[in-house]
Structure formats: structure tokens, C-alpha cells
């Protein structure tokens, strides 16, 4: 007959509060790249659209167009 080790309660105990600790770790990692990635998306949205805020007070019709090409196709 094949006898299954069973770890003692202190040991089964600390075991779990480990993989919670783990995967507490792992998700507090995963939140703080989405933050920084939605910081890094804003910034270039704010950066594109004051881009095309300056491109728009342009005087001359020709300029502006130009500027507003320019401004749209970078990505």
C-alpha cells in the first residue's frame, strides 16, 4: 500500500500564504504595465493633438495643409 505524504498544517499554511504572496506579485507587475502603458498612450495623444492644434493656427492655407499631412501620418 502506497502511503501519500501529507505536510503538517504549519506547513500546508505557509505554503498557500506563499502562492498568494506570488500571485499578488504577479498581478500588482501586470497593473503597474497597463498604468505605464495608458501614461505612454495619453502622451502621445496629447502630443499629437497639440501637434495638430499648431498645424491648424497656421495663416497660410498651403502651410497648414502640409503640416496637418505631416502631423497625420505619423503613427
Keep these: 500500500m502506497l502511503r501519500t505524504l501529507q505536510p503538517s498544517p504549519a506547513v500546508a499554511r505557509l505554503l498557500g500564504v506563499m502562492a498568494v504572496a506570488g ?18 498612450r495619453r502622451a502621445s495623444a496629447d ?11 497656421e495663416r497660410q492655407q498651403a ?4 503640416c496637418i499631412a505631416r502631423v497625420s501620418s505619423v503613427p
Excluded at 23 to 40: D, H, P, S, Y
Excluded at 47 to 57: D, H, P
Design 23 to 40: 500571485l499578488v506579485a504577479v498581478f500588482a507587475l501586470v497593473v503597474q504595465g497597463a498604468v505605464q502603458q495608458g501614461e505612454a
Design 47 to 57: 502630443a499629437q493633438a497639440q501637434a495638430e492644434w499648431r498645424c491648424k493656427a
Design 63 to 66: 502651410v497648414r495643409r502640409d
